[in-house]
């Protein structure tokens, strides 16, 4: 059965520059040794472990590799990837942490999202062409702005380790969305809200927090619950 449990409107969304973050600190690499190339890979390690720090190449489509010299590549490093007109890319399932703007202002459509990755870093995914978003449930931590301005988004899943969001995690990426999310997120504005995000905060709120698919209604701006 589907229930309406509030009414929203739609929003005039602001420039699609991104901002400076305002979430909790990225994840920081210790004692890091040199950095290194392997072909189109730059990478650094620390305690047997790899991250990639840029990409060099040049192809669309791009395969991460789970593993650098018989080490796992666990990290993904700030603007490794960003701005490289890459329209598909897997993440292997070693990857534990997304930096900063590590996949923004490319032309992905479709990304998976690694069950064993425990953060996203700010504006990581921002300025794409997502159509939707799985964040899995072993995510406790995603950054502002990470999924912003992917303006064809149609559905988002939120995975019940995260249990708090904020406002700019999706700004800009709502209009068509419904969204899948569990039970007692807490939900947070970083500055002025949209529309959109404070009818599907007051609709989740109104609803006791209860976990299902909210999805709002264009024509008649309300949010409506179904269980998932």
């Known amino acids: 059965m589907v229930h309406v449990v509030a009414t929203a409107g739609f929003v005039a969304f602001g420039a699609l520059a991104l901002a400076s973050?305002?979430?909790?600190?990225?994840?920081?690499?210790?004692?890091?040794?040199?950095?290194?190339?392997?072909?189109?890979?730059?990478?650094?390690?620390?305690?047997g472990l790899v991250t990639i720090t840029s990409y060099v190449g040049t192809a669309m489509s791009i395969d991460i590799p789970s593993q650098i010299e018989g080490m796992p590549v666990t990290g993904i490093g700030a603007r490794a990837f960003a701005t490289r007109r890459i329209a598909e890319i897997t993440i292997p399932n070693s990857v534990t942490h997304i930096g900063e703007l590590a996949f923004a202002f490319n032309e992905l459509v479709d990304i998976t999202i690694p069950g064993n990755v425990n953060q996203i870093g700010n504006n990581a995914f921002a300025n794409n062409r997502l159509t939707s978003i799985t964040i899995p449930e072993s995510v406790i931590h995603i950054g502002n702005r990470a999924f912003a301005n992917n303006t064809m988004v149609t559905d988002i899943t939120i995975g019940d380790g995260v249990g708090f969001l904020y406002e700019g995690v999706f700004e800009n990426s709502l209009r068509h969305a419904r969204i899948s999310i569990g039970a007692n997120v807490e939900l947070h504005s970083s500055g002025p809200s949209s529309l959109v995000w404070t009818g599907f905060r007051a609709a989740y709120e109104g609803n006791g927090h209860r976990a299902g698919i909210y999805t709002l209604n264009p024509n008649t701006r309300q949010w409506y619950w179904q269980a998932r």
């Open 21 to 47: 973050a305002t979430a909790q600190p990225e994840h920081f690499i210790e004692e890091v040794e040199e950095v290194v190339d392997i072909g189109d890979f730059w990478w650094v390690s620390s305690a």
